[in-house]
């Protein structure tokens, strides 16, 4: 841009941000080098109406104040009984899922983490749309040997869409009354662990309104409940699902489908199949305070 950016233009542009930007990239970059002073300047105008505030330890870097909601009007909204996901091991016997929520299922290594995801998908296919987000760990042809297999015979077309997703998971996240299965969140190299607990909160969030629930995969150390990420991962999902190697636990569960028996820490052993697709000699395991 050659000419000098006015107060108005770069108030107008900064109401379209999401998330840091730095006064140097205002209007998309396009202001030249030599008003970059101005723009510093009008940056702080900015922050002295209350538009937007300075974050983080790097200098000139902004966001916008979000103070544009409006109250909703939550009691003219039609109640919802329950979303109509189905999941393995019975659990909806157990546990109450809102749409609009999200369900973590953190598996170490080899524990049948993605045997669930599938397993999911297949069980809810002919019931709604349904949309798997993978980064296709291990292939295509993994992927379609592990569906061939499944107990049950997929049509074709699948009743389900396979999208490759490598990042930004809550980008796809937009259409109503879907399940979306996420096999699975990972940070990139060089990234902090932290950082899962955000990812899953913005898918979270593009969830709402949307009557739609999002199942996420994610790795965790093997004899630990909670995933990488550690006890952020657990803020945000309505169930919370951890699985070892021929073991499977409830972490939380935010909503039991019984009042009256709450799921948490409830376990269950099981086997696999040969072909890896399918959980066998499912059990139950009560502990000393539990009866049949």
């Known amino acids: 841009m050659s000419n000098k950016p006015t107060q108005l233009l770069v108030e107008q542009w900064i109401t379209l941000t999401n998330g840091q930007v730095h006064y140097t990239q205002a209007l998309d970059g396009q202001v030249d080098k030599t008003y970059w002073p101005h723009l510093r300047m009008i940056f702080r105008r900015m922050c002295e109406k209350g538009l937007i505030e300075q974050v983080g330890n790097k200098d000139g870097l902004y966001r916008l104040i979000e103070n544009q909601a409006r109250p909703v009007d939550w009691q003219s909204v039609e109640k919802i009984k329950d979303s109509r996901v189905l999941l393995p091991f019975d659990l909806r016997k157990y546990v109450f899922i809102y749409p609009d929520t999200t369900i973590v299922v953190a598996g170490s290594k080899s524990s049948g983490k993605s045997g669930f995801l599938y397993r999911t998908i297949i069980m809810n296919m002919e019931k709604m749309v349904v949309i798997l987000l993978t980064n ?7 992927l379609r040997d592990r569906f061939d297999s499944m107990d049950v015979e997929i049509p074709v077309p699948a009743p389900f ?17 879907t399940l979306y299965v996420i096999d699975y969140i990972d940070v990139p190299d060089g990234e902090s662990f932290y950082l899962i607990a955000e990812l899953i909160k913005k898918i979270d969030q593009k969830l709402q309104g949307l009557n739609s629930v999002a199942v996420i995969g994610l790795q965790k150390p093997s004899g630990r409940d909670t995933a990488f990420g550690g006890e952020g991962t ?3 999902p309505s169930l919370y699902i951890a699985m070892d190697s021929h073991k499977l636990k409830i ?7 019984n009042p009256k028996i709450h799921p948490k820490n409830m376990q269950w052993s ?8 399918k959980f066998v000699n499912i059990q139950r395991c009560f502990t000393q305070w539990e009866g049949e």
Request: net charge negative.
């Open 136 to 142: 296709l760990e291990g292939g295509i042809n993994m």
């Open 161 to 177: 869409d396979v999208i490759p997703v490598y990042s930004n998971y809550h980008d796809y996240i937009k259409r109503p009354d």
């Open 234 to 236: 657990l803020k945000a």
């Open 251 to 257: 972490v939380d569960a935010k909503v039991p489908a």
């Open 270 to 277: 099981f086997d696999y199949d040969e072909s890896g697709t």
